[in-house]
C-alpha cells in the first residue's frame, strides 16, 4: 500500500474488555513497530518484529499486551482486560529493514484508544 | 532514564523568528533521526544525520549532528505556522534495534 494502515482510528471500551488493533505495513517492509504515545509526549516503544518474530517482548507493559505478526505482513496488537491507564495512542511502523540508519521509519496515523 | 533530553519542551513563538531545539544525550549514537508530528497522525521523518559534525538542511530547517554523535539541534530560520507540531529526535545505537526517543519539543508558531 501507500503506507502504513492503521485500523481502528479511534476505539473507545469499557474497562476490562478485550481490544484489538491492526497494523498494515508498507508492503516489502520486513520490521514492524509498536509504540504508544500519552497526549502530546513521547513515543514508548512496546515491541518489534522482524518478519514474523519478536525477539524481544520485554517493552510490552504488563502480560495483558501480547503482539503478532502474520505473513511477514499484518500485525495485531491485542490487549486483554484494559484499564484506563491503557488510554493512549498507540502507533505502529514500519521499515524496510532493522536499524534505523539507512532505513527510516514510516508510522501509521495511530488507533487512539480510550478505555472508560 | 530519560537517555535523549529534548529542550525546550514547549516553545511559542510569533511568526518570522528563528529558534532552536536541542537533543542532548551522555550517550553516543550512530546516526539520529529528526521528526514532525501533527495532531492525528504519526511522526514524520524529516531528516537523518549520521556523521559527526554534519550539517543538513531542509529550506529553512537546519539540522546538526554533534563532533562526538552525542548531540543534535535543529535550527528554523523565520519560523511559519506550518511548521507548527511536535518534533521528535531518535537515536540509534546499533547496539540493538530500537531506536532511543526523545520527550518531544511542542511548538506553536503564531501567524
Known amino acids: 500500500g501507500a503506507g502504513v494502515s492503521q485500523s481502528p482510528s479511534n476505539k473507545v471500551t469499557e474497562k476490562g474488555k478485550d481490544v484489538e488493533l491492526r497494523c498494515d505495513p508498507i508492503?516489502?517492509?520486513?520490521?514492524l513497530y509498536w509504540y504508544r504515545q500519552s497526549l502530546g509526549q513521547g513515543l514508548e516503544f512496546l515491541i518489534y518484529f522482524q518478519g514474523n518474530s519478536a525477539p524481544d517482548k520485554s517493552g510490552l507493559p504488563s502480560d495483558r499486551f501480547s503482539a503478532e505478526r502474520t505473513g511477514g505482513s499484518v500485525s495485531t496488537l491485542t490487549i486483554q482486560r484494559t484499564q484506563q491507564e491503557d488510554s493512549a495512542v498507540y502507533l505502529c511502523?514500519?521499515?524496510?529493514?532493522?536499524?534505523?540508519?539507512?532505513?527510516?521509519?514510516?508510522f501509521g496515523n495511530g488507533t487512539r484508544l480510550t478505555v472508560t | 532514564t530519560q537517555l535523549l533530553e529534548q529542550s525546550p519542551q514547549f516553545l511559542s513563538i510569533q511568526e518570522g523568528e528563528n529558534l532552536t531545539v536541542y537533543c542532548n544525550s551522555s550517550?553516543?549514537?550512530?546516526?539520529l533521526q529528526w521528526y514532525r508530528q501533527e495532531p492525528g497522525e504519526g511522526p514524520v521523518l524529516l531528516v537523518t544525520?549520521?556523521?559527526g559534525g554534519e550539517v543538513k538542511k531542509l529550506k529553512r530547517l537546519t539540522f546538526q549532528f554533534g563532533d562526538a554523535r552525542k548531540d543534535s539541534s535543529l535550527h528554523i530560520t523565520a519560523a511559519q505556522p506550518g511548521d507548527t507540531g511536535l518534533y521528535l529526535c531518535?537515536?540509534?545505537?546499533?547496539?540493538?534495534?530500537?531506536?532511543?526517543w526523545g520527550a518531544g519539543t511542542k511548538l506553536i508558531i503564531k501567524p
Open positions: 550517550s553516543v549514537f550512530s546516526s
Open positions: 544525520v549520521v556523521t
Open positions: 511502523a514500519s521499515s524496510y529493514y532493522l536499524g534505523a540508519k539507512g532505513s527510516p521509519l514510516h
Open positions: 531518535a537515536g540509534d545505537r546499533d547496539s540493538n534495534y530500537q531506536l532511543i
Open positions: 508492503s516489502g517492509h520486513t520490521a
